[in-house]
């Protein structure tokens, strides 16, 4: 018999990691059974249990650290999403069933106080948890799709304004020194280019009147002539 009733224990809580000890002295079947139905509807289990042959069962089973808080009449409380789902609800039941004595718990292999239990109801679970992982992706998803949605002229500005700042200083490059043959002809070009332009060529007329005036070897012309038909 009592091999059947250790059997029945290790097969309960065979796959159960995280588990809450209470003491269920003073609460008779029937609030037991509104507690069981309870729990139930939220995912979570309870089972009132021998402690002897419960001890054998969990140490079996790797989970002897809860062992030490099986004294007194015991129930077993575990399921739902872990021990912080465990915590919030048999402290909110606590509240209205006021002879439920929450001892403490086993997770992660450390046994836990009812301090423990306590300061682990005051955190997210699990559902919390993820809503707010959510609420912030979509705080972020919102923010990409403001930025896809703006005008152009802005959306270009900000991706502009990035990559300055990815980008790292650079210095601007000298022109290059022009080296070896080509050095003369270019000096010689932007001398030519800084000239002056010059008058433009005198008109023909001028030039061969000068030049016939000013030619070595020819003489005036006489007035001979003249003078002899006047006479």
Do not use: H
């Amino acid at each position: 018999m009592k091999e059947m009733v250790v059997a029945e224990y290790e097969k309960r809580f065979r796959d159960v990691s995280e588990i809450a000890v209470v003491g269920t002295s003073g609460i008779d079947v029937g609030r037991m059974t509104v507690l069981r139905d309870t729990l139930r509807a939220k995912g979570i289990q309870a089972m009132v249990v021998k402690n002897r042959l419960c001890r054998r069962a969990l140490g079996s089973l790797g989970l002897e650290g809860a062992t030490a808080l099986l004294r007194g009449p015991s129930a077993l409380v575990w399921g739902g999403s872990g021990i912080v789902e465990i915590a919030k609800t048999v402290l909110q039941e606590a509240q209205t069933l006021t002879e439920l004595d929450i001892r403490g718990g086993y997770s992660a292999g450390q046994v836990l106080s009812r301090a423990d239990l306590d300061a682990l109801a005051r955190l997210p679970g699990r559902e919390e948890l993820i809503a707010q992982v959510i609420g912030k992706v979509l705080g972020q998803a919102g923010r990409v799709a403001a930025l896809a949605m703006a005008p152009a002229g802005r959306l270009l500005g900000q991706v502009r304004e990035v990559q300055e700042r990815a980008a790292p200083a650079s210095e601007p490059e000298a022109p290059a020194a022009v080296s070896g043959p080509a050095a003369p002809a270019a000096a010689d070009a932007l001398e030519e280019e800084r000239k002056p332009e010059t008058e433009g060529p005198e008109p023909a007329g001028t030039e061969s009147q000068g030049s016939a005036a000013d030619a070595p070897g020819r003489n005036p012309p006489s007035d001979t002539g003249t003078e002899s038909s006047k006479q």
